[in-house]
């Protein structure tokens, strides 16, 4: 008697439809490679061969670990500083009122001219690339907790006021999760934008990082090696969200409906 | 006891509440009944505590102090036990001994285990409200403010809510300051009827009765006999009904009061 196969779990059905996506974006890169040759695009074995030649000369690990750094110190910063002054704004509205046209400014500047100030603040090296992080994560983690705080349930409020909740208690049992919804995309988005801005200030500034090895690559002319340091920092990125983001996506779906990836998406 | 003493409360030019005296005893459960808009929740939240008067005293002698909002107000991200648990976590109660007395409650509610689980948006309307309920009495308060809980639920429900919520004040010996505009509701649950007038709100009756829980037929009719007295209907009137037409109703209340008695 046959049986009945097991249906599979959301979970696993999501990991084989992502692997797909991914071999479905491998598969159009070599037909690229095969079709604009080896001067445009390299192949996949050619950028495999130099992802492993990167990793055995051990110039890959320091380059990634700065550029985590980088990406990491800078968007928890600027992160912090965004959260705080949206949950600030959220509770006083003249704080909220004055940080928004503020934020917004600093939402619109291209990155690329605060990698030109910070060089010239900072000199080359990895301050420029952490300041520069830093001002890019901030205002998307202002404008997310703002808008949360300012949807946030007041019947709620009104209850733990009644129930005399303690302020920290409010904080950790009303705001944060009503924040959730916010919070979660903007995190992702942020952290995204961490790891290109990091990069990108690690190429103009010199840099130790996944952006220094690009530079060197392109001078070189080496293609092979600058897709190389790309697929790696991509890599690391994909972990750091894995780590950090993913556990708090799969917390929050446990309570209803699920969170998008990023705020792009 | 709780005291409010020549209560009066303005919005700008509006005036809401009119100059009202009001004592509650312990262990008394008072039903505040009033048209929609009178004041009445205005008067529970100056109880509460959450909003001023404009003028008089409001003095508190209980000490602890729950509500029960018209909407269960629940946190969506948190299940069942933890949201009737969450006035004891407000009061520093730790974890187990708040979500056992938590269970506790809910059960008595008519919870089953498998439900202690569950987050709101997995509950019905009646069960939400059950739940805030059982946050309000896991506080073992000696006042309850409950401000129309059972006015979206239907009325087999009401009545279960309202026999379940009977028995856990008489479990638990709290005063209980209960608002609604439904007669039949003060009738069935209340030892004292207070009756506010249209804004702004006055008493135009105190009455103390026995709650008529055991019988539909009994708090149909006397909520009739309440609506014979003038001054009752007149407060409790629609905008714009004539006397006629409030006569009719009263008529039309006490004979199916008379049937629903006959048919028992």
Known sequence: ?265 | MLSLSGLRLRFGAAEIIAGIDLHIGAGELVVLLGPSGCGKTSLLRIAAGVERATAGRVENGFRRVAMVFQDPRLLPWADARDNAAFGLKAAGMGKAERRTIAEAILLRLGFSAGDLDKRPSQLSGGMMQRVAIARAFALSPDLVLMDEPFSALDVGLRHDLQALLRAEVEGAGAAVLFVTHDVTEAVRLADRIVVFSPRPACVVADVTQAPMLASVGAAYEASAALLRRAEIAAALAPPGASPLALAGARERLSLAGKASAARR
Do not use: N
């Not at chain 1, 008697?1 to 084989?16: D, E, G, K």
């Not at chain 1, 690229?32 to 000369?57: K, N």
């Open chain 1, 1 to 265: 008697m046959a049986v009945p196969a097991r249906p599979l779990s959301p979970a696993l059905l999501s990991a084989i439809w992502g692997m797909a996506g991914l071999l479905a974006l491998a598969g159009a890169w070599q037909w690229g490679a095969m079709v604009f040759g080896p001067f445009v695009l390299p192949s996949l074995a050619e950028t495999g061969e130099a992802v492993v030649r990167l990793v055995d000369s051990g110039k890959a690990g320091p380059a990634l670990l700065a550029t985590l750094v980088h990406a990491l110190a800078g968007c928890a910063a600027g992160g912090a500083v965004g959260f705080l002054l949206g949950v600030a704004g959220g509770l006083a509205m003249p704080v909220g009122a004055m940080s928004y046209p503020v934020f917004t400014a600093l939402l619109g500047t291209p990155p690329i001219a605060w990698v030109v100030l910070a060089l010239l603040w900072f000199g080359p090296g990895g301050g420029a690339a952490t300041f520069t992080v830093a001002i890019t994560a901030a205002p998307i983690l202002f404008i997310a907790t703002l808008q949360g705080m300012r949807s946030r349930d007041r019947g709620l409020a009104e209850m733990a006021q009644l129930y005399r909740a303690p302020a920290f208690m409010r904080f950790t049992d009303l705001v944060l999760p009503a924040l959730a919804d916010f919070l979660i995309p903007a995190l992702a988005t942020a952290l995204a934008f961490s790891f290109k801005v990091a990069v990108m200030a690690e190429v103009l500034s010199g840099a130790d990082g996944v952006g220094g090895g690009i530079a060197t690559a392109r001078s070189h002319f080496d293609l092979p090696e600058t897709m190389a340091w790309i697929v790696l920092a991509i890599a690391v990125l994909i972990l750091a969200d894995a780590l950090l983001l993913a556990p708090l996506r799969r917390r929050r779906a446990g309570r209803g409906a699920p969170v998008p990836l990023s705020a792009e998406a």
